[in-house]
């Protein structure tokens, strides 16, 4: 059986997920039936596949996920990232809608240490919701920014899907770290002044902040956030400071991060317990993204095997679609897939398929990169199931919250999402511009 053995897995693949089989299972179920109908061997498949694995679990790169996750786990665990909120509100004071502008530029300062969407979403649920609720701002307003900010994690680097998407299409995690860096900025930027012309636009969202709060900033004094703060501020440089400047690779960076999380955590007092409870909560995150990784190896093969990319492509050839056409589609499906699978998935299951098709098609590789991490986030969001919406409901601590009125906060940082998403595709160099100037 030739290439056309891509679309029976396929179909094997959607059906086993719409049934509820966990997506890593459904990618090694069809893979190995693919594998099998192309050569008519058990033993063949099952010997391809299984080397397939162990290649893809040699591969020191993928230690950078766990590193970087309890990195993430270890300063969210020491109250760090509750000081880097307070040190935004302080900074933000004379903006309307401090609280929630503080939350987003501590959404995307907290994304450059765990670059996890879902960490940001659970841990400034807790953190600023309650806060602005207390002071009146609108649920919706504080719950649309709390999950709308949440898509930074996933494009401020160290990004656990930037790293992914390096490690199935064999290219620089430090490169594409570099790319998410202006993207970052700008939606980041962008979302705080959605935040701020909403507040003036309509007072009654974000009521200016009262005496008592202001009160609390002036008698903790700055100090007691400087600690966190700074020490997140220092841990940021050292990582993509050392990454960047080549003096460490990404699997020693995230060492070397991990190493001054622990620091961090030492001088917050942190205690035994926290640590046990982090290095916990890294390793529950990290196994079913390392499963889900060795699966995707597997599709991948059979990607290779089949010939299955080279008639996707000629399929879209014969079809006449202009570039834009072709992206488009790939758009569409990113979030059709997002609404019901997670977006490592989603990965997984397309960037074999639609990277060389962009990539043949004439698209900068670094560009399509952030573009499509930019759509899977706003898939994030998407109704019906948008795993960051459902993360703040399950987070917030308030039993009353509903999820129409998260998605309803969240529509405007989906459109924004989209618009800077798109914007990318149409002038690449904001993606391309900065690796090509460092990683010469």
Known sequence: MGPEVIFYSLAI?????????????????????????????????????????YESIRNQTLAVIPLFRLMGEIVSQSGAATDLYMLCDRAMRKLPGRLAAATVAGNAAFAAVTGVSIASAATFSRI???????????????????????????????????????????????????????????????FIAYCVIAAIRNPSLAPTADRSHDKQLQTKGPSSELIGGLGVSALIILVLGGLWGGLFTPTEAAGFGVLGSILIGWIKNMSYRDFIQAVYEAGRSTAPIMFLLITGSMYSRLLATSGGVNLVQSLFADSGLPI????LIMAVIWLLLGMVIDSISVILITVPIFVPLALAAGVDEIAFAIFGILIIEAGLLTPPVGLLVFTVKAAVPDSS???????????PYWLLVLAVAFLIYAIPEIASWLPSKILR
Do not use: N, Q
Not at 401 to 411: A, D, T
């Open 13 to 53: 693949l959607i059906a086993l997920v719409l049934l509820g089989v966990h997506v890593g299972i459904a990618l090694g179920v069809s893979s190995f039936l693919g594998i099998y109908l192309i050569f008519g061997d058990f033993h063949i498949a099952s010997s391809m596949l299984g080397s397939t694995a």
């Open 128 to 190: 600023a919701y309650p806060e602005m609720r207390r002071l009146g701002y609108s649920r919706s307003y504080a719950l649309g920014v709390i999950s709308g900010s949440a898509c930074l994690g996933m494009l401020i680097p160290p990004s656990v899907l930037l790293i992914v998407w390096a490690i199935l299409t064999e290219g620089s995690v430090g490169a594409l770290f570099l790319g998410g860096v202006i993207p970052g900025v700008i939606l980041g930027l962008a």
């Open 324 to 327: 834009f056409g072709i992206v």
């Open 401 to 411: 919250v509903k999820l129409g009125e998260i998605f309803k906060g969240s529509l």
